[in-house]
């Protein structure tokens, strides 16, 4: 997935759900220790700050350089590249070695993962007893009756242009791959569901659009996902262009520690 969302960083930045406050309180209740925290395919930071509420240390990594260079400052959290070229033993020093970290995040990413190369960099990093991992994604916005049924529409027209890993978040995690024991959020075949409320303005909708991976991938082989016709009918369905909506996306975790 390297350079996959390179050409939208400054659109991904601006147009994606601020995840709540909540999850990482619940988070930090399942480790013992909360010295280090490595936050992975941490794109704009917005997790890492979440976390570094948290733990005292976080390193936040991702294999775009575009992503990492609109990251948000934070005095506990430490930014990473991480090419996709980086041995296995080079990212585990450069974390902090085997056994050192107490929780690990992905926001919205795992399922572009290698999934078994990630899970044993996880096994190796983890502090034992009650390091813990947890990812999540969130795969759908509910905005009103009259609104749902457009976006259903339009995101059919935009399955031809996805990863093939997109899968596992489209069905909500439910058949992502997850060897880990469960702390009681969300385990392998049953993620945790969640909602993310939010105000958004609907050139804050359409900038989120734009930022899809298949909305980019599309346009780069001649095809224009959004043009002039299907933001009008967007824009009517949400009920004029300056409307501020209280929308809420619809997000899954999946949490777990180390198997004995």
């Avoid at 009681?184 to 989120?208: H, N, T, V, Y």
């Avoid at 899809?212 to 824009?235: C, H, I, R, Y």
Wanted: aromatic letters at 12%; a negative charge; proline letters at 7%.
């Amino acid at each position: 997935m390297a350079g996959l969302f390179d050409q939208q960083a400054d659109l991904y930045l601006d147009a994606r759900p601020t995840y709540p406050a909540d999850w990482y309180s619940m988070l930090a209740a399942r480790t013992p220790r909360h010295s280090l925290a490595w936050d992975v395919g941490t794109g704009n930071g917005q997790a890492a700050i979440g976390v570094a509420e948290h733990y005292d240390q976080v390193i936040g990594t991702d294999v775009s350089e575009a992503q990492l260079q609109h990251a948000i400052p934070h005095p506990k959290v430490r930014y990473l590249y991480t090419p996709s070229s980086i041995s296995d033993e080079e990212l585990l020093s450069s974390i902090g070695g085997e056994n050192s970290v107490d929780l690990i995040t992905v926001a919205q990413a795992v399922h572009w993962f290698d999934l078994p190369k990630f899970y044993s960099l996880v096994t190796r990093l983890l502090r034992r007893p009650g390091g813990t991992l947890a990812v999540w994604c969130y795969n759908d916005i509910v905005v009103s009756p009259t609104f749902d049924p457009v976006m259903k529409r339009f995101h059919d027209t935009t399955l031809p242009y996805w990863n093939p890993n997109i899968k596992y978040l489209f069905d909500g995690y439910k058949t992502l791959p997850f060897p880990f024991e469960s702390v009681g959020l969300g385990s392998e075949g049953k993620p945790l569901a969640l909602d993310i409320p939010k105000k958004l303005s609907f050139e804050g909708f359409l900038r989120m659009l734009r930022s899809w991976s298949a909305v980019v991938t599309a346009k780069d082989q001649g095809v224009d996902l959004l043009p002039e016709n299907v933001v009008k009918g967007f824009e009517s369905a949400w009920g004029g262009p300056h409307l501020v909506r209280s929308v809420a996306y619809k997000a899954f975790m999946l949490a777990g520690k180390v198997k004995p």
